[in-house]
């Protein structure tokens, strides 16, 4: 009995002290004690602090495309503080607030910051500028902008692509003739493949991005890391006008790929009779052998081109020539037993043709 009654005493001490403390108020804290220092009122920070407030205010505002506020945080003190910070970390380290706003396409947003001297040349850890960006987003009034800020139209990503690589591969001819208006190198190309602004215009059919191009010096016959020209690349892709341009303009057509391919025999197995007899009227040589001894006539008859094996014919070939296969054309003919092709090889008179 006299154990329960000990037992009941300490519960209750226990549950009165409980209730004591619960009524003892915690002390409280000042509101602006729980706020976050970019929180409170700015005036009464000191001036880093309240700079690095504004600063990750900027390039919030610009990544969000908010044009307003970029405005009225471009108003604070230490402006030069402001337009210079960026981002330190994840894929967009070194993202200015000019680079963001280039990035979201936002013209005023862009117009706001140059006006405020932002630096026209940074690049972000990848290599990006403002005016990669504006170009890559095809934005012609900020790309004019920018270049009237004196940027440089040559820099290069870390991945090698130049804003007018990017101009030529989004097909903007007007914003490839802003960039070579202001200097930039039209045979500036990427640094492994060797993609050049005039072998991918050639190879998309963008006669005016060829002509400008041709216009501003760009090399006809720069050649790929795998030996390809602009005239292979227009060939391949059968686009007879900007072939034309190309010879017109100088394009050597017995230039030969890694392969020992050239254009006239790609324009053979590929089977384009137009630009097979431009290629002839160039200057092909009808006689070039591939990598595998084949020429132009041996494909025309492997693939039983008609029209291409007459107007190779015509230029007066060795038809005796023969592959690493040891064949000749007519053997190639004899082969695949087509009758009319024999007929054709077999009566040529080369010194008839001559």
Sequence with gaps: MRVMVMVMVMVMVLCLGTAAAA??????????????????????????????????????????????KVKKLLQQPDTAYLITYSESTGKKKGYTALLWAAETNSTEGVRALLDAGSVVNHKSQSGITALFLVVENGNRDCVEMILNKKADPNTFTENGYTPLLMA?????????????????????STPDSHYSPLYLASKMGNSVIVQSLLAAQANVNIQT?????????????????????????????????????????????????DIVDTLISAGANVNLQNMNGKTALHWATRNHWLDAIKALLKTCPDVTIKDKRGMTPLDVAKATNKSEIISLIEGHNAAGCK
């Excluded at 003892?24 to 000042?30: I, N, S, T, V």
């Excluded at 409170?40 to 307003?68: E, G, I, V, Y």
């Excluded at 392969?259 to 025999?265: A, I, M, P, R, S």
């Design 23 to 68: 009524k003892k108020k915690a002390p409280e804290k000042k509101e602006d004690e729980n706020k976050d220092d970019c929180e409170k009122d700015r005036s009464t920070l000191a001036p880093r602090k309240r700079n690095l407030c504004n600063a990750n205010d900027l390039l919030f505002m610009a990544s969000r495309k908010n044009t307003r």
């Design 168 to 188: 030529t591969w989004n097909r903007s001819p007007e914003i490839v003739k802003l960039l070579l208006d202001h200097k930039a190198d039209p045979n500036g």
């Design 225 to 273: 890391s795998w030996g390809v020209t602009p005239l292979h690349s227009a060939t391949y892709w059968g686009h007879y006008d900007i072939v034309n341009i190309l010879l017109k303009n100088g394009a050597d057509p017995n230039i030969q790929e890694k392969d020992d391919y050239t254009v006239l025999h790609k324009a053979v197995y590929y089977n384009f009779p």
